[in-house]
């Protein structure tokens, strides 16, 4: 049972992720520079890697928030979904924050960035708290 609620919890979290940067994807290629096309496509080749390596990304912080979760005794949805988002704004988005600083990043990156890192931990509690 705890492989499915991870895996589940990954999967919600990466559709959280798809939902986030679809609806902030203009924002977010303006903030990180990327180059576009006539249409505001990014250019490029397309690469699945970054998809690949965001889904093995999912199941490694479901699998940590699960054990983490499992440890402290949290085991409802109300519970995952604090202490989830509580992972998402003070673990994942200061590291974000700071990830951009040094290189001058605009401070939009981060708000993106750790706004999903946010949400997406939430919604990953919350589902783990159904297990």
């Known amino acids: 049972m705890g492989i499915l609620a991870v895996l589940v919890a990954a999967a919600a979290g990466f559709a959280v992720g798809a939902a986030w940067y679809m609806a902030l994807s203009k924002p977010w290629i303006a903030a990180v ?60 988005s200061p590291w974000i924050m700071i990830n951009n600083a040094y290189p001058g990043r605009p401070f939009t990156l981060p708000l993106i960035d750790g706004g999903y890192a946010t ?13």
Do not use: Q, W, Y
Not at 119 to 131: K, P, S, W, Y
């Open 33 to 92: 520079g990327i180059e576009t096309d006539d249409a505001g496509r990014p250019k490029g080749n397309g690469s699945a890697t970054p998809f690949v390596l965001s889904a093995i990304a999912m199941i490694l912080v479901a699998g940590m928030m699960r054990h983490t979760f499992v440890t402290s005794g949290i085991d409802t949805v109300g519970a995952g979904l604090v202490g989830g988002l509580g992972i998402g704004l003070f673990f994942i």
């Open 119 to 131: 949400l997406g931990c939430a919604i990953m509690g919350a589902v783990l708290g159904l297990f």
